[in-house]
């Protein structure tokens, strides 16, 4: 079993950077596959970005490719969403997820999920 724990959201402007971080409990790290999906108020969850334990895949959605770049660090149980050039549509709560299956972009894949942590992009 693995435990989430997202931090380093907050209040940004449009075009500005941040970095979400993803901080896993458990020794297995590596075999997991990490996903951020987010969440708007009054819309469904969505697939952001995914990357799998260690041979360097990773998937995006479309509205974030180019933009947002996931990666992990095995060694301190962590992966990061790095996202630049925020749009005011990024606004969401972001969630990182981890899973025992193959990469994918569906929610229901994941076995463990963080609380969220929320990012505002005003305009």
Known sequence: QVQLVE???????????LRVSCAASGRTFSS?????FRQAPGKEREFVAATDGSAGITYYAGSVKGRFTISRDNA???AYLQMNSLKPEDTAVYYCAASRSRISTMSSRYDYWGQGTQVTVSS
């Open 7 to 17: 931090s380093g959201g907050g209040l940004v402007q449009a075009g500005d950077s």
């Open 32 to 36: 997991y596959v990490i996903g951020w």
């Open 76 to 78: 301190k149980n962590t």
